[in-house]
C-alpha cells in the first residue's frame, strides 16, 4: 500500500472498538469538509521500532484489531492513524471508512479495515478511469461504495414502519407515516400526499427537523416557511413526500448547541463560523435513514425541492435518481439576510432571488423578495 498506494495509510474502526481502545477524536472541532473522523494516532506498546516501518505498522495494527487487546497495549501518538466509522456504516455515511469496515463484517471478518488513497505518478489522486486500470495492472477487483449501499439496501433494513394515519392539515390531507431508525431510535415522519409507490418523478421534500423555526416561527432562518411551501407545493400537485427527519435540529448540532451558536452569531460569527467555534461541523447532517424511508415508500425516481445541492448528492449516494432540484421559495428579512447569505457564499445554496432582494432591500426591512412565500401569520400563509 505505501509502495503502490502513496498515500495515507489509515486504519477504519467500529465506534465500539474506539471506545474500547480509549481513542478520542484528533481535534476537538473537525473542520475537514468530508469529517472524516480521525482520532489519536498510535502505535503497539511492545514488538516495534521505530515504528513508522511496515512491520511495524502491521503490528500495531494487528494489536490495535484484537480483540483481546486493550487500551494499555497501544500508545499515543504513533504512526498508524485510526479512523472512527458510524455505527450504520454506508447507509449511514457514504464514506471509505464506513466502506472498508462494513466489507470486513460481510465477509465475516473483524470489522476493521486498513485503507490508503492511491495517487499516480504525478501527485494527483487517482479517479475512476485510473483505479480500473491500476486494478487490472495488480489483479485486483474493483467495487464502490454504491455497490455496498446497494447490496446492504437489499439486504438490510435500518428502519421500522410505525402506523400510518390520516392526518388533514390547512394544505389537505396527507398519510403521516411514522419510522423508527434502527441505528439510533430516533423518530422520523413522512407526509405523503397520493399515489407515489413505484411512481416516477415524485416531488420530495427532505425538511430538516427545526424546533425554532417550523413550531415557533423563528426569523433567524428560513425553515417555517420551507417548511409551508413545501407541504403548499405537494398539496397543489396531489402527490408527493415532505419527509421530516428528526436530529437534523441545527444542521445536526442539536438544539442546545444551536442556541450557543446563536450566541456566538449575536457575537459577530457566522452560521458556519459558529458551528466550528463550538468544535461541531458546519453540518454533519446523513441522509442514509432518510433514503431507506424513501425507497420503503417506493420512491425510486424523484424531483427534490431544495436549494441545497448537497442534499441531492447525498441521496444520490444512495440509489435513488434525483430527476431534477426544485428551487424553494425564498424568504428573507432583516433577521436572516446575513444566515441566508452564508448560506449562499459558504455553503453553496443556490437561493434564487437573493441577489435582487440585496440590491432592492439590503437591510431586508421589506420582509420579503419577489416570488417568496410570505411569513406565516398566526401559523397560516396569507
Do not use: W
Not at 438490510?156 to 398519510?175: C, K, M, N, S, W
Not at 448547541?257 to 450566541?263: D, R
Not at 421559495?329 to 432583516?334: E, G, S, Y
Request: charged share 25%; net charge negative; proline share 4%.
Amino acid at each position: 500500500m505505501i509502495t503502490h498506494g502513496r498515500g495515507l495509510v489509515c486504519l477504519a474502526l467500529t465506534e465500539d472498538r474506539c471506545e474500547q481502545l480509549g481513542l478520542s477524536q484528533q481535534v476537538r472541532r473537525n473542520e475537514a469538509p468530508l469529517g472524516t473522523a480521525f482520532t489519536e494516532s498510535i502505535e503497539a506498546r511492545e514488538g516495534i521500532t521505530t515504528g513508522i516501518s511496515a512491520p511495524d505498522r502491521s503490528r500495531t495494527i494487528m494489536v490495535a484489531i484484537d480483540p483481546d487487546s486493550a487500551s494499555g497495549d497501544l500508545v499515543k501518538p504513533g504512526h498508524v492513524f485510526p479512523l472512527r466509522a458510524k455505527s450504520g456504516g454506508v447507509l449511514e455515511r457514504a464514506g471509505h471508512t464506513e466502506a472498508a469496515v462494513d466489507l470486513a463484517r460481510m465477509a465475516g471478518l473483524i470489522p476493521a479495515g486498513v485503507i490508503c488513497e492511491i495517487m499516480k505518478d504525478d501527485g494527483e489522486m487517482a479517479r475512476v478511469d485510473d483505479l480500473m486500470g491500476y486494478a487490472q495492472e495488480h489483479g485486483l477487483r474493483m467495487i464502490t461504495i454504491t455497490d455496498l449501499i446497494e447490496h446492504r439496501r437489499r439486504t438490510e433494513r435500518l428502519i421500522e414502519r410505525g402506523a400510518a394515519v390520516r392526518l388533514p392539515t390547512q394544505y389537505g390531507d396527507f398519510t403521516a407515516v411514522g419510522y423508527t431508525s434502527l441505528i439510533d431510535g430516533k423518530h422520523h415522519m413522512a407526509l405523503v400526499r397520493g399515489e407515489v409507490d413505484g411512481k416516477d418523478d415524485v416531488l420530495v421534500r427532505v425538511h430538516s427537523e427545526c424546533l425554532t423555526g417550523d413550531v415557533f416561527g423563528s426569523l433567524r432562518c428560513d425553515c417555517g416557511p420551507q417548511l409551508d411551501a413545501a407541504l403548499e407545493m405537494v398539496a397543489a400537485e396531489d402527490r408527493g413526500i415532505v419527509l421530516y427527519m428528526r436530529g437534523h435540529e441545527g444542521r445536526g448540532i442539536g438544539l442546545l448547541h444551536k442556541l450557543q451558536a446563536y450566541q456566538l452569531q449575536d457575537a459577530g460569527s457566522d452560521t458556519v463560523d459558529a458551528n466550528l467555534q463550538l468544535g461541531l461541523p458546519a453540518d454533519s447532517r446523513d441522509y442514509g435513514i432518510g433514503a431507506q424511508i424513501l425507497v420503503d415508500l417506493g420512491v425510486s425516481s424523484m424531483r427534490l425541492l431544495t436549494n441545497n445541492p448537497a442534499k441531492r448528492v447525498g441521496l444520490d449516494g444512495y440509489g435513488l435518481h434525483v430527476t431534477e432540484r426544485v428551487p424553494m421559495p425564498l424568504r428573507a428579512n432583516a433577521e436572516n439576510l446575513t444566515y441566508l447569505r452564508t448560506k449562499r457564499d459558504r455553503m453553496g445554496h443556490d437561493l434564487v432571488g437573493l441577489d435582487d432582494f440585496e440590491q432592492n432591500d439590503p437591510t431586508g426591512e421589506n420582509g420579503h423578495s419577489a416570488g417568496s412565500t410570505p411569513v406565516r401569520e398566526n401559523g397560516v400563509n396569507p
